[in-house]
Protein backbone atom coordinates (compact mmCIF):
# COMPACT_ATOMS: atom_id res chain seq x y z
CA UNK A 1 0.00 0.00 0.00
CA UNK A 2 1.22 3.57 -0.71
CA UNK A 3 -0.07 7.14 0.32
CA UNK A 4 0.44 10.12 -2.57
CA UNK A 5 -1.77 12.42 -1.42
CA UNK A 6 -2.78 14.39 1.52
CA UNK A 7 -6.11 11.81 2.60
CA UNK A 8 -6.05 9.76 5.11
CA UNK A 9 -8.09 6.49 5.26
CA UNK A 10 -7.54 2.48 5.04
CA UNK A 11 -9.44 0.99 1.67
CA UNK A 12 -10.22 -2.61 0.93
CA UNK A 13 -11.57 -3.73 -2.42
CA UNK A 14 -13.15 -6.55 -3.36
CA UNK A 15 -14.11 -8.07 -6.27
CA UNK A 16 -13.45 -10.92 -8.67
CA UNK A 17 -13.16 -8.71 -11.73
CA UNK A 18 -8.93 -7.94 -11.88
CA UNK A 19 -9.81 -5.35 -14.15
CA UNK A 20 -11.99 -3.42 -12.19
CA UNK A 21 -9.83 -3.48 -8.97
CA UNK A 22 -7.06 -2.16 -10.87
CA UNK A 23 -9.15 0.75 -11.83
CA UNK A 24 -10.55 1.35 -8.43
CA UNK A 25 -7.17 1.61 -6.88
CA UNK A 26 -5.58 3.88 -9.43
CA UNK A 27 -8.46 6.15 -8.53
CA UNK A 28 -8.12 6.03 -4.69
CA UNK A 29 -4.73 5.95 -4.49
CA UNK A 30 -4.35 9.01 -6.75
CA UNK A 31 -6.51 10.55 -3.93
CA UNK A 32 -3.83 9.83 -1.45
CA UNK A 33 -5.98 6.95 0.24
CA UNK A 34 -3.84 3.69 1.08
CA UNK A 35 -5.41 0.86 -0.80
CA UNK A 36 -5.46 -3.05 -0.86
CA UNK A 37 -6.94 -5.33 -2.96
CA UNK A 38 -8.62 -9.35 -2.61
CA UNK A 39 -9.99 -11.15 -5.55
CA UNK A 40 -11.79 -13.30 -3.91
CA UNK A 41 -13.49 -13.42 -0.36
CA UNK A 42 -10.59 -16.11 1.35
CA UNK A 43 -8.67 -13.10 -0.29
CA UNK A 44 -10.07 -10.58 1.65
CA UNK A 45 -10.83 -12.65 5.39
CA UNK A 46 -7.06 -12.96 4.81
CA UNK A 47 -6.58 -9.40 4.87
CA UNK A 48 -8.74 -8.26 7.38
CA UNK A 49 -6.81 -10.87 9.48
CA UNK A 50 -3.63 -9.10 9.08
CA UNK A 51 -4.59 -5.11 8.35
CA UNK A 52 -7.41 -2.89 9.92
CA UNK A 53 -9.38 -1.12 7.22
CA UNK A 54 -11.56 1.70 7.78
CA UNK A 55 -13.43 0.73 4.66
CA UNK A 56 -14.33 -1.65 2.11
CA UNK A 57 -16.42 -1.30 -1.51
CA UNK A 58 -17.81 -5.16 -1.80
CA UNK A 59 -18.87 -6.73 -4.97
CA UNK A 60 -21.94 -8.94 -4.25
CA UNK A 61 -20.83 -11.21 -7.50
CA UNK A 62 -17.62 -12.67 -6.51
CA UNK A 63 -17.67 -16.00 -8.17
CA UNK A 64 -19.22 -18.69 -6.46
CA UNK A 65 -19.17 -16.30 -3.16
CA UNK A 66 -22.41 -14.79 -2.02
CA UNK A 67 -21.77 -11.15 -1.24
CA UNK A 68 -24.53 -11.10 1.16
CA UNK A 69 -22.81 -14.01 2.99
CA UNK A 70 -19.61 -12.16 2.82
CA UNK A 71 -21.13 -8.89 3.75
CA UNK A 72 -22.42 -10.62 7.03
CA UNK A 73 -19.28 -12.41 7.87
CA UNK A 74 -17.28 -8.58 7.71
CA UNK A 75 -20.11 -7.19 9.96
CA UNK A 76 -18.97 -9.39 12.83
CA UNK A 77 -15.84 -9.72 12.10
CA UNK A 78 -14.95 -6.01 11.50
CA UNK A 79 -17.71 -3.69 12.75
CA UNK A 80 -16.24 -0.74 12.82
CA UNK A 81 -15.63 -0.73 8.86
CA UNK A 82 -17.96 0.93 6.32
CA UNK A 83 -18.81 -1.50 4.09
CA UNK A 84 -20.09 0.01 0.52
CA UNK A 85 -21.55 -2.65 -1.81
CA UNK A 86 -20.95 -2.53 -5.58
CA UNK A 87 -23.32 -3.88 -7.43
CA UNK A 88 -25.09 -4.24 -11.65
CA UNK A 89 -28.16 -2.39 -12.65
CA UNK A 90 -30.21 -5.26 -13.02
CA UNK A 91 -29.14 -5.78 -9.05
CA UNK A 92 -30.28 -3.09 -7.04
CA UNK A 93 -32.96 -4.89 -5.27
CA UNK A 94 -30.13 -7.09 -3.84
CA UNK A 95 -28.07 -4.15 -2.56
CA UNK A 96 -31.01 -2.72 -0.95
CA UNK A 97 -30.75 -6.35 0.83
CA UNK A 98 -27.09 -5.60 1.66
CA UNK A 99 -27.82 -1.82 3.09
CA UNK A 100 -30.46 -3.77 5.41
CA UNK A 101 -27.71 -6.40 6.42
CA UNK A 102 -25.69 -3.72 7.68
CA UNK A 103 -23.68 -2.20 4.34
CA UNK A 104 -23.57 1.63 4.44
CA UNK A 105 -23.86 2.40 0.93
CA UNK A 106 -24.41 1.15 -2.61
CA UNK A 107 -22.82 1.70 -5.99
CA UNK A 108 -24.33 0.74 -9.24
CA UNK A 109 -21.69 -0.40 -11.51
CA UNK A 110 -20.22 1.07 -13.93
CA UNK A 111 -19.89 4.11 -11.93
CA UNK A 112 -17.63 7.32 -12.76
CA UNK A 113 -14.17 8.12 -10.74
CA UNK A 114 -16.28 10.80 -9.13
CA UNK A 115 -18.99 8.48 -8.00
CA UNK A 116 -16.08 6.43 -6.54
CA UNK A 117 -14.09 9.40 -4.74
CA UNK A 118 -17.62 11.20 -3.27
CA UNK A 119 -18.30 7.61 -1.90
CA UNK A 120 -14.95 7.16 -0.60
CA UNK A 121 -14.51 10.77 1.02
CA UNK A 122 -18.52 10.63 2.43
CA UNK A 123 -18.23 7.13 3.89
CA UNK A 124 -14.78 7.69 5.39
CA UNK A 125 -15.42 10.96 7.03
CA UNK A 126 -18.42 9.29 8.98
CA UNK A 127 -16.09 6.86 10.21
CA UNK A 128 -13.66 9.65 11.33
CA UNK A 129 -16.26 11.04 13.04
CA UNK A 130 -17.20 7.90 14.82
CA UNK A 131 -13.69 7.03 16.01
CA UNK A 132 -13.13 10.84 17.03
CA UNK A 133 -16.00 10.13 19.13
CA UNK A 134 -15.21 7.08 20.69
CA UNK A 135 -11.55 8.48 21.61
CA UNK A 136 -13.25 11.39 23.35
CA UNK A 137 -15.45 9.67 25.18
CA UNK A 138 -12.81 7.24 25.96
CA UNK A 139 -9.74 9.37 26.13
CA UNK A 140 -9.64 10.01 30.19
CA UNK A 141 -10.37 6.50 31.12
CA UNK A 142 -7.64 5.00 29.02
CA UNK A 143 -5.18 7.62 29.93
CA UNK A 144 -5.81 7.04 33.69
CA UNK A 145 -5.76 3.42 32.85
CA UNK A 146 -1.89 3.55 31.05
CA UNK A 147 -0.90 5.85 34.30
CA UNK A 148 -2.03 3.61 36.99
CA UNK A 149 1.09 1.28 38.25
CA UNK A 150 2.67 -0.46 41.25
CA UNK A 151 6.03 1.41 40.66
CA UNK A 152 6.76 3.67 43.67
CA UNK A 153 8.89 5.60 41.33
CA UNK A 154 5.96 6.58 39.00
CA UNK A 155 3.70 6.91 41.58
CA UNK A 156 6.11 9.45 43.34
CA UNK A 157 6.05 11.30 40.01
CA UNK A 158 2.03 11.32 39.71
CA UNK A 159 1.42 12.74 43.07
CA UNK A 160 3.94 15.09 42.33
CA UNK A 161 1.89 15.66 38.94
CA UNK A 162 -1.07 16.12 40.89
CA UNK A 163 0.63 18.48 43.51
CA UNK A 164 1.89 20.83 40.89
CA UNK A 165 -2.10 20.60 38.79
CA UNK A 166 -3.77 23.67 40.58
CA UNK A 167 -0.81 25.68 39.98
CA UNK A 168 0.16 28.01 36.77
CA UNK A 169 3.83 26.71 37.20
CA UNK A 170 5.40 25.33 34.08
CA UNK A 171 5.95 21.97 33.92
CA UNK A 172 9.45 20.22 32.44
CA UNK A 173 8.26 16.21 31.69
CA UNK A 174 11.57 14.27 31.36
CA UNK A 175 11.63 10.56 29.54
CA UNK A 176 12.44 7.97 26.92
CA UNK A 177 9.80 8.44 23.76
CA UNK A 178 6.72 6.12 24.41
CA UNK A 179 6.94 6.58 28.56
CA UNK A 180 3.57 8.27 28.71
CA UNK A 181 5.23 12.25 28.99
CA UNK A 182 2.04 13.00 26.99
CA UNK A 183 -0.53 11.31 29.12
CA UNK A 184 1.36 12.97 32.43
CA UNK A 185 0.46 16.69 30.43
CA UNK A 186 -3.01 15.84 29.35
CA UNK A 187 -3.57 14.12 34.02
CA UNK A 188 -2.08 17.71 34.28
CA UNK A 189 -4.50 19.72 32.66
CA UNK A 190 -7.44 17.92 33.72
CA UNK A 191 -6.31 18.24 37.58
CA UNK A 192 -5.71 21.74 37.03
CA UNK A 193 -8.01 24.57 37.50
CA UNK A 194 -7.98 25.50 33.37
CA UNK A 195 -9.37 21.41 33.05
CA UNK A 196 -12.71 23.08 30.80
CA UNK A 197 -10.54 25.46 28.77
CA UNK A 198 -8.38 23.88 25.57
CA UNK A 199 -5.57 21.43 25.99
CA UNK A 200 -3.66 22.29 22.79
CA UNK A 201 -0.28 20.44 21.67
CA UNK A 202 2.55 21.74 18.96
CA UNK A 203 4.49 18.80 18.38
CA UNK A 204 7.70 20.59 17.80
CA UNK A 205 9.92 18.31 15.61
CA UNK A 206 7.16 18.18 12.78
CA UNK A 207 7.83 21.71 11.52
CA UNK A 208 10.61 24.39 10.04
CA UNK A 209 11.08 27.82 11.91
CA UNK A 210 8.65 29.75 9.56
CA UNK A 211 5.96 27.78 9.82
CA UNK A 212 6.56 26.78 14.15
CA UNK A 213 6.27 30.52 14.02
CA UNK A 214 3.18 30.96 12.02
CA UNK A 215 1.57 27.83 13.97
CA UNK A 216 2.34 28.85 17.36
CA UNK A 217 1.64 32.88 17.28
CA UNK A 218 -0.68 33.05 14.21
CA UNK A 219 -0.38 35.04 10.45
CA UNK A 220 -1.82 37.62 9.05
CA UNK A 221 -3.55 37.81 5.45
CA UNK A 222 -0.74 38.42 2.94
CA UNK A 223 2.27 37.32 5.83
CA UNK A 224 3.97 35.37 3.21
CA UNK A 225 3.73 33.51 -0.16
CA UNK A 226 0.86 31.31 0.42
CA UNK A 227 -0.97 33.20 3.35
CA UNK A 228 -4.01 33.62 1.84
CA UNK A 229 -6.08 33.95 4.91
CA UNK A 230 -5.28 34.82 8.87
CA UNK A 231 -5.20 32.52 10.89
CA UNK A 232 -5.40 32.57 14.91
CA UNK A 233 -2.66 30.41 16.07
CA UNK A 234 -2.23 27.72 18.80
CA UNK A 235 -1.32 30.30 21.46
CA UNK A 236 -4.65 32.05 20.78
CA UNK A 237 -6.27 28.51 20.67
CA UNK A 238 -5.12 27.42 24.08
CA UNK A 239 -6.26 30.97 25.78
CA UNK A 240 -7.24 30.58 28.95
CA UNK A 241 -5.99 26.75 28.85
CA UNK A 242 -2.85 24.65 28.38
CA UNK A 243 -0.42 24.44 25.79
CA UNK A 244 2.06 21.42 25.30
CA UNK A 245 4.87 21.64 23.48
CA UNK A 246 5.78 18.29 22.84
CA UNK A 247 9.51 16.96 21.94
CA UNK A 248 10.64 21.30 23.10
CA UNK A 249 14.31 20.12 22.40
CA UNK A 250 13.62 20.34 18.64
CA UNK A 251 12.17 23.76 19.24
CA UNK A 252 13.96 25.72 16.46
CA UNK A 253 16.41 27.96 18.22
CA UNK A 254 15.83 31.06 16.17
CA UNK A 255 12.22 31.38 17.79
CA UNK A 256 13.37 30.56 21.02
CA UNK A 257 13.59 33.94 21.80
CA UNK A 258 10.22 34.64 21.09
CA UNK A 259 8.92 31.60 22.83
CA UNK A 260 10.58 32.73 26.20
CA UNK A 261 8.73 36.45 25.23
CA UNK A 262 5.52 34.91 24.96
CA UNK A 263 6.64 32.33 28.41
CA UNK A 264 7.43 35.50 30.38
CA UNK A 265 5.21 38.51 29.17
CA UNK A 266 2.44 36.49 27.67
CA UNK A 267 2.43 38.76 24.90
CA UNK A 268 3.04 37.84 21.29
CA UNK A 269 2.70 39.21 17.81
CA UNK A 270 1.29 37.70 14.44
CA UNK A 271 3.45 37.14 11.65
CA UNK A 272 3.32 39.84 9.86
CA UNK A 273 1.14 41.47 12.09
CA UNK A 274 2.67 44.35 14.22
CA UNK A 275 -0.53 44.69 16.84
CA UNK A 276 0.81 42.84 20.26
CA UNK A 277 -1.33 40.76 21.19
CA UNK A 278 -1.72 38.21 25.24
CA UNK A 279 -3.13 35.13 25.73
CA UNK A 280 -3.05 33.96 29.55
CA UNK A 281 -1.42 30.18 28.43
CA UNK A 282 -0.14 27.76 31.11
CA UNK A 283 2.96 26.18 29.28
CA UNK A 284 3.73 22.29 29.81
CA UNK A 285 6.80 21.06 27.69
CA UNK A 286 8.31 17.47 27.32
CA UNK A 287 11.56 15.99 26.19
CA UNK A 288 13.69 12.84 25.73
CA UNK A 289 16.37 14.63 24.85
CA UNK A 290 19.05 16.40 27.30
CA UNK A 291 18.43 20.00 27.16
CA UNK A 292 21.22 20.95 29.53
CA UNK A 293 23.76 18.95 27.12
CA UNK A 294 21.97 20.99 24.48
CA UNK A 295 22.67 24.40 26.18
CA UNK A 296 25.81 23.63 26.71
CA UNK A 297 26.29 23.29 23.11
CA UNK A 298 24.64 25.90 21.99
CA UNK A 299 21.28 24.74 20.34
CA UNK A 300 19.38 25.45 23.11
CA UNK A 301 18.99 28.87 25.02
CA UNK A 302 19.68 28.59 29.00
CA UNK A 303 17.48 30.91 30.04
CA UNK A 304 14.74 28.95 28.30
CA UNK A 305 15.58 26.03 30.35
CA UNK A 306 14.93 28.03 33.30
CA UNK A 307 11.93 29.32 32.50
CA UNK A 308 10.44 25.76 31.33
CA UNK A 309 11.66 23.39 34.46
CA UNK A 310 10.20 25.17 37.31
CA UNK A 311 9.06 22.51 38.06
CA UNK A 312 10.80 18.81 36.39
CA UNK A 313 8.73 15.61 36.57
CA UNK A 314 11.38 12.31 34.98
CA UNK A 315 9.34 9.33 33.95
CA UNK A 316 10.89 6.19 34.72
CA UNK A 317 11.03 3.82 31.47
CA UNK A 318 8.96 0.78 31.36
CA UNK A 319 12.03 -1.39 31.94
CA UNK A 320 12.38 -0.10 35.25
CA UNK A 321 8.87 -0.42 36.36
CA UNK A 322 8.57 -4.50 34.83
CA UNK A 323 5.99 -5.00 37.85
CA UNK A 324 4.01 -2.53 35.74
CA UNK A 325 4.04 -4.56 32.27
CA UNK A 326 1.52 -7.17 32.42
CA UNK A 327 -1.00 -5.13 34.00
CA UNK A 328 -0.96 -3.19 30.93
CA UNK A 329 -0.55 -5.43 28.59
CA UNK A 330 -3.37 -7.00 29.93
CA UNK A 331 -5.63 -3.69 29.63
CA UNK A 332 -4.65 -3.07 26.10
CA UNK A 333 -5.23 -6.12 24.97
CA UNK A 334 -9.09 -5.84 26.90
CA UNK A 335 -9.34 -2.77 25.10
CA UNK A 336 -8.28 -3.60 21.72
CA UNK A 337 -10.30 -6.99 21.26
CA UNK A 338 -13.33 -5.03 22.28
CA UNK A 339 -12.89 -2.12 19.70
CA UNK A 340 -11.49 -4.83 17.04
CA UNK A 341 -14.16 -7.56 17.99
CA UNK A 342 -10.95 -10.11 18.01
CA UNK A 343 -11.66 -13.64 20.27
CA UNK A 344 -8.31 -13.24 22.29
CA UNK A 345 -9.16 -13.38 25.77
CA UNK A 346 -5.45 -13.61 27.54
CA UNK A 347 -1.82 -14.59 27.28
CA UNK A 348 -0.41 -18.12 27.13
CA UNK A 349 2.06 -18.46 30.17
CA UNK A 350 4.70 -18.68 27.70
CA UNK A 351 3.77 -15.17 25.82
CA UNK A 352 3.49 -13.95 29.80
CA UNK A 353 7.13 -14.88 30.03
CA UNK A 354 8.22 -13.25 26.72
CA UNK A 355 6.36 -9.81 27.96
CA UNK A 356 8.31 -10.02 31.36
CA UNK A 357 11.58 -10.71 29.30
CA UNK A 358 11.65 -8.32 26.95
CA UNK A 359 13.74 -5.02 27.97
CA UNK A 360 11.10 -2.51 25.93
CA UNK A 361 13.34 -0.04 24.79
CA UNK A 362 9.82 1.60 23.21
CA UNK A 363 8.57 1.84 26.08
CA UNK A 364 4.61 1.80 26.67
CA UNK A 365 4.20 3.06 23.54
CA UNK A 366 6.12 -0.02 21.80
CA UNK A 367 4.05 -2.22 24.09
CA UNK A 368 0.78 -0.82 23.21
CA UNK A 369 1.88 -1.55 19.79
CA UNK A 370 2.44 -4.84 20.15
CA UNK A 371 -0.51 -5.53 22.13
CA UNK A 372 -2.37 -3.99 19.47
CA UNK A 373 -1.00 -6.25 16.27
CA UNK A 374 -1.42 -9.61 18.51
CA UNK A 375 -4.80 -8.87 19.29
CA UNK A 376 -5.57 -8.38 15.44
CA UNK A 377 -3.31 -11.58 14.36
CA UNK A 378 -3.97 -13.89 17.50
CA UNK A 379 -6.84 -16.47 15.97
CA UNK A 380 -7.77 -17.85 18.71
CA UNK A 381 -8.59 -17.25 23.04
CA UNK A 382 -5.05 -17.19 23.61
CA UNK A 383 -2.68 -14.62 22.66
CA UNK A 384 0.76 -16.94 22.33
CA UNK A 385 4.52 -15.79 21.48
CA UNK A 386 4.53 -15.58 17.58
CA UNK A 387 1.53 -13.01 17.89
CA UNK A 388 3.89 -10.92 19.59
CA UNK A 389 6.69 -11.25 17.66
CA UNK A 390 9.08 -10.28 20.44
CA UNK A 391 13.36 -10.91 20.63
CA UNK A 392 13.04 -12.11 24.21
CA UNK A 393 17.26 -13.95 23.69
CA UNK A 394 19.40 -13.64 26.79
CA UNK A 395 20.28 -10.31 25.49
CA UNK A 396 17.20 -9.14 26.96
CA UNK A 397 15.94 -8.39 23.54
CA UNK A 398 18.36 -5.88 23.01
CA UNK A 399 20.45 -5.91 20.02
CA UNK A 400 24.02 -5.11 20.34
CA UNK A 401 26.80 -4.42 18.14
CA UNK A 402 29.37 -7.00 18.48
CA UNK A 403 26.81 -9.33 19.84
CA UNK A 404 27.19 -13.13 18.64
CA UNK A 405 24.18 -12.72 15.90
CA UNK A 406 23.62 -12.17 12.29
CA UNK A 407 23.97 -8.54 10.17
CA UNK A 408 20.39 -10.08 8.87
CA UNK A 409 19.03 -10.47 12.90
CA UNK A 410 20.80 -7.01 13.63
CA UNK A 411 18.97 -5.11 11.30
CA UNK A 412 15.75 -6.93 12.33
CA UNK A 413 15.89 -6.20 15.71
CA UNK A 414 16.94 -2.43 15.48
CA UNK A 415 14.22 -1.97 12.68
CA UNK A 416 11.53 -3.68 15.15
CA UNK A 417 12.91 -1.26 18.21
CA UNK A 418 12.88 1.70 16.06
CA UNK A 419 9.25 1.12 14.75
CA UNK A 420 8.48 0.18 18.59
CA UNK A 421 9.32 3.89 19.37
CA UNK A 422 8.38 6.03 16.50
CA UNK A 423 4.20 7.05 16.57
CA UNK A 424 4.43 6.61 12.63
CA UNK A 425 5.95 5.25 9.80
CA UNK A 426 7.45 8.13 8.32
CA UNK A 427 8.82 9.50 11.71
CA UNK A 428 10.55 5.25 11.54
CA UNK A 429 11.67 5.73 8.06
CA UNK A 430 13.27 9.38 8.63
CA UNK A 431 14.99 7.41 12.00
CA UNK A 432 16.50 4.75 9.62
CA UNK A 433 17.80 7.10 7.01
CA UNK A 434 15.38 4.81 4.55
CA UNK A 435 12.18 5.80 2.40
CA UNK A 436 9.17 4.72 3.50
CA UNK A 437 8.56 2.00 0.80
CA UNK A 438 11.98 0.32 1.72
CA UNK A 439 10.50 0.22 5.09
CA UNK A 440 7.14 -1.25 3.93
CA UNK A 441 9.77 -4.14 2.16
CA UNK A 442 11.83 -4.60 5.47
CA UNK A 443 8.30 -5.04 7.36
CA UNK A 444 7.55 -7.73 5.31
CA UNK A 445 10.84 -9.62 4.69
CA UNK A 446 11.31 -9.84 8.55
CA UNK A 447 7.63 -10.33 9.45
CA UNK A 448 7.60 -7.21 11.27
Known amino acids: MQTTGQNSG ?8 AAILRTFRYCLEDEGYQVATAGSATQADALLQRQVFDLCFLDLRLGEDNGLEVLERMRIQVPWMRVVVVTAHSEVDVAVDAMQAGAADYLVKPCSPDQLRLAASQQLEVRQLAARLEALEGEARRNQGQLDSHSPALKAVLETARQVADTDANVLILGESGTGKGEVARLIHSHSRRAKKPFVTINCPSLTAELMESELFGHSRGAFTG ?16 LFLDEIGDFPLPLQSKLLRFIQDK ?21 NLDLAEMVRAGTFREDLLYRLNVITLTLPPLRERAEDTLALAEGFLARFVKDYARPARGFSEASLNALRRYNWPGNVRELRNVIERASIICPGEWVEPSHLGLDTRDDGGVARVGS ?7 EKAHIAAVLGNSPTLEQAATTLGIDVSTLYRKRKQYGL
Do not use: F, H, K
Not at 10 to 17: F, N, Q
Not at 270 to 281: F, S
Open 267 to 287: EYERVGDPVTRQADVRILAAT
Open 10 to 17: RILLVDDE
Open 227 to 242: ASESTLGRVNQADGGT
Open 404 to 410: DMTLEAL
